[in-house]
């Protein structure tokens, strides 16, 4: 079937890196994406990978894809406090449709 | 990227009245999404609103609850019908963009509450 897991709840200190991670099982996921909640807010895309890719950076984003172990990671380089929100892995299915997961909280300390 | 308002933003509704929740885009979209997000919990696929025929629904949601409308590329509205207090969470409507649905934007959400 279809389901995304990610760790609930992960802290760091601000200025240190921050790897959030996420496994799925379906091995026909197009795309796999991270979406940013802000208290509040609704999702902001951060960034998506096809699912041919190994790895994609944005900044201080990087983007690990491990296909063959359906493992997906967010490595967010230098957090600020600004980056403290709930972060959302999603697959998504040929029809478009999203499967999320349950949701990462980061805090991110001073 | 596209930019996605919803109206309303929050409301507050009583039991057994119903609720509709406008999505606007400000550019063609092919794919319109509507998603439910309970409190504390992740986003869930209502259902794809299709233009022009007939909403496609997910297992655990039907046309009665959840009547969809999308009567053009920049427009869908979701009515949650007969409201309970399981009804209260954020409603989201996504779209995707250029050509495909491999861009999925999420519009601000409006937030229910039923009494």
């Known amino acids: 079937g279809e389901d995304v897991e990610q760790s609930l709840f992960l802290s760091v200190r601000e200025g240190d890196s921050s790897v959030i991670n996420c496994t799925y099982t379906?091995?026909?996921?197009?795309?796999l994406y991270w979406y940013k909640q802000e208290p509040g807010a609704g999702l902001q895309l951060l960034t998506y990978?096809?699912?041919?890719?190994d790895m994609k950076q944005d900044q201080r984003l990087t983007v690990l894809l491990n296909k063959k172990d359906k493992h997906l990671s967010l490595r967010i380089a230098d957090t600020q406090t600004g980056d403290s929100a709930i972060y959302f892995c999603?697959?998504?299915?040929?029809?478009?449709?999203?499967?999320f997961g349950q949701g990462t909280t980061l805090q991110v300390k001073p | 990227s596209a930019v996605i308002s919803q109206k309303p933003s929050r409301d507050i509704c009583q039991r057994g009245t119903s609720l509709t929740i406008q999505c606007q885009v400000d550019?063609?979209?092919?794919?319109m999404f509507w998603y439910r997000q309970q409190p504390g919990q992740s986003l869930t696929l209502i259902a794809t609103?299709?233009?022009?025929?007939?909403?496609?629904?997910e297992s655990g949601f039907v046309i009665d609850k959840f009547p969809i409308s999308r009567p053009n590329l920049t427009f869908s509205t979701l009515t949650v019908s007969n409201l309970s207090p399981e009804d209260s969470s954020i409603y989201l409507c996504?779209?995707?963009?250029?050509?495909?649905?491999?861009?999925?934007?999420f519009g601000p959400g409006t937030r229910l509450t039923v009494t």
């Open positions: 990978i096809f699912s041919n890719m």
């Open positions: 609103a299709n233009q022009g025929s007939e909403a496609t629904y």
């Open positions: 996504s779209v995707g963009t250029s050509g495909g649905a491999y861009e999925q934007y």
């Open positions: 379906d091995s026909s996921s197009t795309y």
């Open positions: 999603a697959e998504s299915l040929y029809t478009g449709k999203l499967i």
């Open positions: 550019s063609q979209v092919t794919m």
